[in-house]
């Protein structure tokens, strides 16, 4: 079954009549936004709830929107959400398909990008979803986190890596952005992004059941136990959801280049140290890529 709003098909065969990931009731107010017409960035100025400015801000964008894609290649999002970066891939890519749990979610991001005829959205479970369809790109954008929810398996972050490399033309990439479970924000007094809990990544999620982030090192480790020999890492700073830059293993950050501490968007923190001072320190003893607060990763 499918519907299109405007131009986008909504594909409804895997979908099983009920949103299994959820924000909650502001999830309404999200749809009658977009289904309103209203600019979103006029919107944001009027509006400062983290749940509006993390769906709708064009700064979520900046993650990849430097990123030279090239010409006539296809994309498959997985965990798309209300399409916070859907509308760039649409710019970047002459194909999207866009997967999400949510049918809720999956209406904004439909309506947000309803001018894009390039876009297709599936809703259903990543695990339920068959297709003999290859993409040039697939994207693990702050979905990697959270495999548990998508795969029933005794190792499921590997296996949403296997299975989404089983969707990769030969030559294909991998796009991934995550938090660092060692990021300095953590170290600082930021609680841990998921859980809310002080120092939960540090101390191994001890007691936490549903969600998992990794070390550079434990990163690069998994994805090439899943079966890709190449990757590069990047470093969006802040960090992948709000990046304002983005360094390179080519190009880090060196002592004064970070300034500030790292944004608490949602909660509350607290600040045990400067992080801008222990930066310049990390940055100078040649540590920063294993307290970056995210990764951005293009595995190959």
């Known amino acids: 079954m499918e519907e299109y709003i405007e131009k986008v098909k909504l594909n409804l065969d895997f979908y099983k009549g009920t949103d299994t990931y959820s924000d909650g009731d502001i999830e309404e107010q999200l749809l009658e936004t977009v289904k309103s017409g209203t600019d979103l960035e006029e919107f944001l100025t009027k509006e ?3 749940t509006f400015l993390y769906h709708f801000s064009k700064i979520r964008h900046n993650i990849l929107e430097w990123y030279d894609f090239g010409e006539g290649k296809s994309l498959l999002e997985i965990g798309a959400g209300c399409g916070a970066i859907s509308g760039l891939f649409c710019e970047k890519v002459d194909r999207v398909v866009a997967i999400d749990l949510s049918k809720r979610r999956s209406s904004i991001n439909a309506y947000r990008n309803q001018t894009h005829d390039n876009l297709e ?7 339920d979803i068959e297709t003999d369809e290859k993409f040039d790109y697939v994207t693990l954008i702050g979905v990697l986190e959270y495999s548990i929810y998508y795969i029933g398996s005794e190792d499921p972050f590997r296996d949403m890596l296997r299975k989404a490399k089983s969707y990769l033309k030969p030559g294909g990439k991998l796009i991934i952005a995550i938090e660092n479970k060692y990021g300095i924000k953590y170290w600082a007094g930021a609680t841990e992004d998921h859980t809310g809990g002080f120092f939960d990544g540090i101390e191994g999620y001890d007691g936490v059941d549903r969600v998992r982030t990794f070390s550079r090192h434990g990163l690069e480790k998994l994805i090439k136990e899943s079966g890709f020999t ?19 293993e ?24 400067s992080e801008a001072k222990a930066l310049d320190s990390i940055c100078e003893e040649g540590l920063f890529e294993e307290f970056a607060n995210s990764f951005l990763v293009i595995c190959g």
């Open 250 to 273: 080519e190009r880090l950050p060196k002592k004064g280049s970070i300034k500030t501490q790292s944004p608490a968007y949602d909660r509350n923190r607290i600040e045990l140290f």
């Open 48 to 50: 400062n709830d983290w």
């Open 230 to 248: 190449n990757t590069e890492f990047y470093y969006p700073v802040p960090d992948y959801k709000m990046p304002i830059e983005i360094y390179s």
């Open 121 to 127: 959205i599936i809703v259903g479970n990543f695990q």
